[in-house]
């Protein structure tokens, strides 16, 4: 303090403390800016695969995708056909991953809703800390469990849709309470007690105010919730097996989804023609279903990603 | 003034009355759900074990006729290892890629990219995991593994000497080293959303000093934002481990598998995992083959489960002790 007072600064005394103060020593400098490249690689990085991947499957699955292909099942298809298509499999996802939605919303909302409105002391610690485990079982190991739980009430080798879609609930259910129980704690406090102070019951208020007050973020939620399990290939391929007939009746036989579909063109790799390639043998016709399976699923998947964001841009109350 | 001692009792009920009616229904409701979450984790342990005990408790005789590939004279434990090695070293190596880089990526979305942007860049990544792990098999398969091949062989030519990178480089591509790349790509997404989570918490008090102080904005992240994120990172981590651990398709669809405990990474027909093993041989097994598959599952949910909770115990201990409170 005193040195500034005892010599007034000059243009050039301030310049040289600016330039001790701001500019860093140049190593240091250096370290900065490298470290400053590596982290936009990386992030750069990263958008190489979902830029690849995108791109091959649009441009591998578009030219599968036509009316028939939507539309067509693949029964008493063989070979090289090309008349083949994955309406069977699109009703099977969405039938599945529709049940599977039935099954986990109520329950996955319920829990949110007990874990943020009364959850208190050991029981609520350990559905949190359990439902963030469940959030790490392999998909695989929920098939498994499917399984394991109809064999016991069927006996061995019952294979149908709704083994599929209680082994997705398995895999969807911590997703829902999680999403959920953010959404909820958004509610602010203010709003019960305002609702409280009218003399309304707890589980009124909880129904037409917290709910209400965060409806678009609970469909946000369950939309990514969807969006997560839908494209799950391993339990379906264990509990539902797979099928080349529509079936729409998921307590009985077995029924083909999207993902399984394409896996199951893959693993047929090429088909052979013995008049060579033609328009009615394709040789590897099973690829190029397999990639516009692939497409279809992809765009189901993002349009569940965007839409859910929508809704939770547009519809949410605005708390500011 | 007639009335006023029932007005009374009503109002004595009414308080009473809080926890009555259709309130405590709806508390048994939804403390039932909460209950019955518990309920079903407890059932996948129970079932699978259940299921799983018939081949836990046979011969190896038994297996070895009723079983396809199973070794003559092995027991379980045996049969199950290579199984278990190939499915750690995978995750392993996958965890090892994704680490550093989702970490840069955690850095860049919550400390260097422009805010308005940081959020629509954290979607970006969040499609990552939205991705199908069967395109993410087709992916593998048709693009990464021809794309990966010269490397590889490169790899395998001048770095030989590595262990991991000995033996032979396969033509295919279709080797371990080209799923741990997948993996890690998959696993990507929440690594990168659970360390950002903890990076957006960093005091912004320390933050602060470490700019007063005259910290380039590395220096700020080195001094403020990871060590206070260290557990969380480390949490991440074991997260993105346990999902590396259970994916099926993308291995089951890259991988040209084999049963040896061998660290040849670039070389075919060397490992398999449990649940690439198990989608491979479901469909078509019967009898007590399914049920040492089932055992085989049961091996894995026990491995995940550890990971997990180990992962999430250490998240709940940092919540607590927290330099941020």
Redesign the interface.
Known sequence: MSATTAHPPTAESTERVRSMLTAAHPGRKRVDRTMTVLVWGAFALAMVPLISLLWTVTSNGIGRISMDFLTLSMRNIFGGDPTGGIYHAIMGTLIITGLATLISVPIGVLTAIYLVEYGRGALARSVTFFVDVMTGIPSIVAGLFAVALFTLILGPAARFGLIGAVALSVLMIPVVVRSCEEMLKLVPNELREAAYALGVPKWLTIVKVVLRTSVAGLTTGVLLAIARVIGETAPLLVAVGVTDSINTNPFEGRMMTLPVFAYRQYSQGLATCPGGESATCIPDIALQNAWGAALVLIVLVLLLNIIGRLVNRWFSPKLR | MTDSPPRARARATRRRG?DR???R???W??????????A??A??AL??L??AWPALTAGSDELATAVPRYPEDTSFVAYVGPLVFGTLLAAILALAIAT??A???A???SH??PRRLSQV?G?????????????????G????APFVVPIWSWLNEYLGWFPLFAGEASPTGRVLATVAIVLA?MI?PII?AVSREVFLQTPKLHEEAALAL?A????L?RTAVLPFGRSGIISAAM?GL??A?????AV??ILSPGFLYSFHILDSAQHQTI?AY??LD??EA?GLA?NT??AT?LV??VI??A???G??AI??RRKEFSGAN
């Open positions: 809080s009616g259709f309130n229904v709806f508390r409701i939804a403390v039932g759900s909460g209950v019955l979450i518990l079903v984790l059932a996948v079932f699978l259940w299921q550093p880089l970490i840069g990526i850095l860049f979305i260097y990219a860049l979607y970006l990544v969040d499609l990552l995991a939205a991705v199908p792990s069967v395109i993410y098999g087709l992916w398969f048709f693009v990464l790509v990507l990168t005259g380039t904005r590395w220096e992240v997260l346990g999902r651990l259970g994916e099926t398709m089951l669809m649940a198990i989608a479901f469909p019967s399914v598959l089932i599952g894995l949910f995940t489960l990971v997990n909770m992962a999430r998240v709940a």
